[in-house]
């Protein structure tokens, strides 16, 4: 291969899938110092990317839906990647996403080798060139993703985590050791109920004096006025940032944090990557393939037989709904026992 190849690197989602790349990304930079890295991905997570020593450049993916691409942005952004993919030869693209969605960009990209995991879904490694046999599927994903860097030649070693994003601690934060509950998630069966939030944050207010802020996306607003309203009169004892920061200032709250309380969501994969310990509350997924990466976090599951079932919605979300708020306070406590990650 030309030793200053050009490499297209598709990942487009989600916030955590992204973050789980990025050791990946530092991989194929040692294997290719010299070479041209374009990482394509959804605009949502590019905040992520942009300013990344790694990345020569982001490319913006539209999310392929009717209602989406009736928007004018949108399809000004679909004319653009289409106008980048037709001027741009590259030698090498990586689908590491394996999906329909990301077939799309991949049969679009010029280029002699495309190369990724055999048998992914929807029927997406069609469009490869070179299918890489399916790596262990209970594996954690930062594993998955850098078994197709080592299959392109990079070296072996510890995965390395770099953000491209700048911290932005929204104004407001509170003075003092902070304590950060990130309580939504996009499934409703990921979800632990309000009054469970609420008793969490007592205890760390009272018992360990952490000035609690709550962390969300607009979506969550409910769930957070939920929380609030078992709070009752304590409710002002916490900062209510629910769909109120950009990507930049969940980092920086998330950053400044002793501690992160999550579901098993992007916050809790960014907080892990930033540094900071996480209680991760697990129930329809498995932690052991998409858990909080690294040291110093602790997983927080109820033992239940159908669990983990990968179920958006349950009609009965035992996992979650019967997990004992005991259990979460223990792993709190397991975490502040310890010196902080973070100096």
């Known amino acids: 291969m030309d030793p200053q190849p050009r490499l297209l690197l598709v990942k487009l989602s989600s916030m955590g ?4 790349a ?3 990304l530092e991989a194929l930079r040692v294997r290719f110092p010299r070479g041209h890295i374009t990482w394509l991905v959804e605009e949502a997570y590019a905040p992520l990317l942009r300013g990344h020593p790694a990345v020569d450049e982001v490319w913006l993916a539209p999310r392929l839906r009717p209602r989406q691409l009736l928007d004018g942005r949108q399809r000004a952004a679909l004319r653009r990647l289409l106008g980048n993919l037709r001027a741009s030869p590259f030698d090498l693209v990586i689908d590491l996403q394996g999906l329909l969605k990301s077939a799309v960009w991949v049969a679009l990209g010029r280029a002699p080798r495309k190369v990724g995991y055999n048998g992914t879904r929807e029927g997406s490694y069609l469009v490869l060139t070179e299918r890489v046999p399916r790596f262990d599927p209970e594996a954690h994903a930062v594993w998955r993703y850098l078994n ?4 392109l030649g990079a070296p072996e070693g510890p995965p390395r985590f770099r953000l491209g994003l700048t911290l932005e601690p929204p104004a407001g934060l509170p003075a003092g050791p ?10 409703a069966s990921k979800l632990w109920p309000a009054p469970a939030w609420a008793e969490l944050a007592r205890w760390l207010t009272r018992t360990h004096g952490f000035k609690v802020v709550l962390t969300g996306a607009p979506g969550d607003r409910d769930l957070a006025a939920a929380i609030l309203a078992h709070l009752g009169d304590e409710a002002n004892t916490v900062l209510n ?9 969940l980092a920086g709250v998330l950053a400044r944090a002793r501690l992160a309380v999550t579901t098993d969501t ?3 994969h960014l907080a892990a990557v930033l540094g900071t310990p996480v209680a991760a509350l697990f129930g329809p997924t498995a932690p052991w393939r998409t858990g909080p990466f690294g040291e110093g976090h602790e997983i927080v599951r109820l033992s239940v037989d159908c669990s983990p079932c990968f179920k958006r919605r349950c009609p009965e979300p035992r996992c979650l709904a019967d997990l004992p708020v ?11 026992s310890r010196p902080a990650l973070k100096g």
């Open 22 to 24: 990025l050791p990946t």
């Open 148 to 151: 197709l860097a080592h299959h």
């Open 178 to 187: 902070l304590a950060v509950l990130h309580p939504g998630a996009r499934w």
């Open 241 to 249: 940032l629910v769909g109120s920061t950009s990507l930049a200032e």
């Open 266 to 268: 992007g916050a809790m």
């Open 17 to 20: 899938d992204v973050l789980h």
């Open 326 to 336: 005991d259990a979460v306070l223990a792993a709190c406590g397991k975490i502040l």
